[in-house]
């Protein structure tokens, strides 16, 4: 149950001043429906209206605040000219300029010789000062109309910013000081403000260093945030330790078996891989692992000859992919090999039905299957192991936390999970989605993987590179071609594939195939499989190759308009090339006109094809928010976290967490009822009903 003290933080935004129905929907879409919502969406920056020069002396491109004697008015018969009035004071005149004035408002708003303190940012237009619709026009009788200081907000269509601060200053007025859930010496040693205080702060704030990251209100209300999070992380991780059991007692064999079929040396970093992995393997406690490492680093082969360790013990495993494209890929890879080293391997997506599916779940139940590779048609409550031992999740990103223990629920004992990322982030990253988990990297790169040729082109010479692409695929090339994102609007992103497509079809006649993220599955997968067989050389896409799909064969990638792409998602599809023996290229079409800041970036993905240097220079000019495809990331949303300004601060959050469960585990400690109100503020409750179902 939700603590009392909340009520006011979680009530419906509908009885605040101001909010009526239309604004009701404009401010749920902008933060959210509830109260807590409005108060967590803050000011991004500060207007001073405290600066009143003179006209003589107001600074052009300024907000000013000018105490004028208005004169007179001067409409205009045109209706697409300004209506004008003049204005003065002792040193000079002013213009106040509208358009598409209403007349009657302005005269009783401006009468003609009466005093009035006009707000707004000022210009000079022909030699005269003027302000084009003022911010404010205030009777000097009622100076209280104008703020001294103005936050501004994020803000859409249908609501203003007048609007939305009076909202948010009722709500702040109703809702009540809550319990300090950090310790102690932290707040007396970081010297920070309570909670409510923080939030009063951010939304009142005396300057513009208030509502810097580097505040004390700041850095208190991100410590809040994350701390919710990582605590919530914390007793998942706790949960699933808990139930545990078995040490799983490797021996080798079949491992050894499979080392042996390889035609390769591992690399360095996929043995410290393994190594961490069959560590956890043989620790009684469930391994929560995370195994980062770049496509194409050889994170298969690690997670399969960890299988054949806990197949070796006697355990089932579970391989779960997000797509079918990926689970059969896997079966592919996998099934050869563990065949040959005596492992029993079967597939189980949602095509699976009727008998056939029965009696696949059948084996599994009587232990005649080791390794289950599969889709979400895994999780279906039917499925039932002898003895699940071990779980691997491939592209963890792409599925939750509720997926995960779904999955764990399945095995008698606590099992051990593995997931994996072909996504690098940033540590501080890691940190705050996976906190969770113990992290393994392979960053090294295979042996005699050659570079991809990446080059930077103008869009401006798209005929030459289609010309390029023409002859590449003339002497056998496959080919992908990726549309540019086009934002908000993934009925833009389809036209703009459909009409590249369109326009390159006539270009390679039967040759050319199309997919985005609005076909069926299964279509997609048509088409997708066309191209690894070959039938078809290029492929039009959206961004929905992004995940894992396998086609060595592949060695051109064009990316239009990459500098639309966060750059860990351009260098994600720039791995789709690259994995054959012949040599690979990417080109990468960026608009005419671009700015620096993202000029830098397109020459980081020349020069580099380290996932994880990229994703740090990512984070750094551009922020967390940019990283991945947003909505793809898994990375939870958090409102008061700025990456860069308070790393420091993820890190600390993360180690409070693992002390307070590790000390308190049932939350029941004297901190205790601080720390859940915190998790129900911050939408982390999840954390608290886990632990109520044991
Ligand atoms: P990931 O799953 O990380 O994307 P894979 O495991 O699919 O990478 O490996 C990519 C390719 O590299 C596969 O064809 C695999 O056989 C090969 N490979 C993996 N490890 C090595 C190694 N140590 N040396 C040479 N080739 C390797
Ligand atoms: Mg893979």
Redesign the pocket.
């Known amino acids: 149950m939700r603590p009392d003290v909340l009520n006011e933080y979680f009530k419906d935004i509908s009885g605040l001043p101001g909010i009526g129905k239309r604004t009701k929907l404009a401010v749920e879409r902008l933060a959210g429906a509830r109260t807590r919502d409005l108060l967590f969406h803050l000011p991004v920056s500060l207007i001073d209206r405290r600066f009143r020069p003179k006209i003589k002396d107001a600074p052009a491109h300024t907000i000013v605040t000018l105490v004028v004697t208005i004169g007179q008015h001067q409409p205009n018969a045109n209706k697409r000219m300004p209506y004008r009035v003049l204005a003065s004071d002792s040193t000079g005149e002013l213009s106040l300029v509208f358009f598409h004035a209403r007349p009657d408002y302005l005269l009783k708003m401006l009468p003609e010789g009466e005093k009035r303190i006009i707000s707004g940012r000022l210009e000079h237009y022909q030699d005269r000062a003027q302000i084009t619709h003022p911010d404010y026009m205030v009777d000097p009788a009622n100076p209280g109309d104008m703020p001294d200081l103005e936050t501004v907000y994020p803000l859409t269509a249908g609501l203003s910013g007048k609007m939305l601060r009076k909202a948010i200053h009722a709500g702040l007025e109703r809702v009540p000081a809550l319990p300090e859930w950090h310790d102690k010496a932290l707040m007396a040693r970081e010297g920070w403000p309570d909670f409510l205080t923080a939030l009063k702060t951010q939304h009142n704030p005396e300057s513009a260093e208030d509502l810097a990251p580097s505040s004390l209100a700041r850095r208190r209300l991100a410590c809040d945030e994350l701390l919710a999070t990582q605590l919530a992380l914390a007793i998942v991780r706790e949960r699933t330790r808990r139930k545990r059991g078995r040490a799983l007692k490797v021996n080798g064999k079949i491992r050894n078996k499979l080392l042996e079929l ?6 360095g970093d ?1 043995q410290t891989a393994l190594k961490d992995v069959t560590a956890d393997l043989e620790n009684e406690r469930a391994m929560l692992r995370l195994m980062q ?11 399969l000859l960890a299988m054949a360790s806990a197949v070796e013990a006697g355990v089932q495993c579970a391989l779960l992919a997000p797509t079918e494209i990926l689970a059969n890929q896997h079966l592919a ?1 996998i099934r050869p090999l563990a065949e040959a080293a005596g492992m029993k391997v079967a597939l189980l997506t949602g095509r699976n039905k009727g008998k056939a599916r029965a009696g696949l779940l059948e084996t599994l139940a009587d232990g005649g299957i080791d390794i289950l590779i599969g889709t979400h048609a895994l999780i279906q409550e039917d499925v039932v192991f002898k003895d699940l031992g071990f779980a691997i999740i491939d592209e963890q990103h792409r599925f939750g936390v509720k997926q995960r223990l779904a999955l764990a629920a399945k095995g008698q004992y606590g099992i051990d999970v593995l997931g ?1 990322t ?1 996504t690098p982030i940033p540590r501080t990253l890691t940190l705050t989605a996976y906190g969770d988990m113990d992290v393994s990297l ?1 960053r090294e790169k ?3 993987r050659k570079p991809v040729d990446t080059r930077v082109v103008s869009l401006d010479r798209l005929a030459d590179v289609a010309n390029g692409v023409q002859r590449a695929v003339n002497s056998g090339a496959r080919v992908y071609w990726v549309c540019p994102l086009v934002e908000e609007s993934e009925l833009l992103d389809l036209a703009a594939a459909d009409e590249r497509y369109a326009s390159l079809k006539a270009m390679f006649p039967g040759k050319i195939g199309l997919v985005n993220g609005k076909m069926k599955s299964a279509d997609k997968d048509a088409v997708m499989q066309r191209f690894q067989a070959g039938e078809i050389s290029v492929l039009v896409s959206t961004t929905v190759i992004e995940v ?1 799909v ?1 086609v ?1 064969e592949a060695t051109v990638m064009v990316i239009e308009h990459a500098e639309r792409f966060g750059l860990s998602q351009l260098h994600q599809l720039r ?1 789709r090339v690259g ?1 054959g023996a012949d040599k690979s290229r990417c080109i990468l079409l960026r608009a005419a006109e671009i700015g620096e800041v993202a000029r830098d970036r397109l020459k980081i993905m020349r020069e580099t094809e380290d996932g994880f240097l990229i994703a740090e220079e990512d984070l750094r000019l551009r922020g967390s928010g940019e990283i991945l495809g947003t909505r793809q990331s898994g990375l939870p949303e958090l409102k008061m976290v700025d990456f860069t300004a308070h790393a420091d601060l993820i890190e600390l959050a993360r180690d409070d967490a693992r002390l307070i469960i590790a000390r308190d585990p049932e939350l029941e400690g004297k901190r205790a009822e601080a720390l859940r109100t915190l998790l129900y503020l911050f939408n982390r409750d999840e954390g608290v009903r886990l632990m109520q179902s044991g």
């Open positions: 390889l035609p390769y040396q591992l690399t996929q490492g770049d496509v194409g680093s050889g994170k298969t082969v690690v997670a890879t994996m072909a392979i295979p042996p005699g894992g396998d060595p791995g994995r």
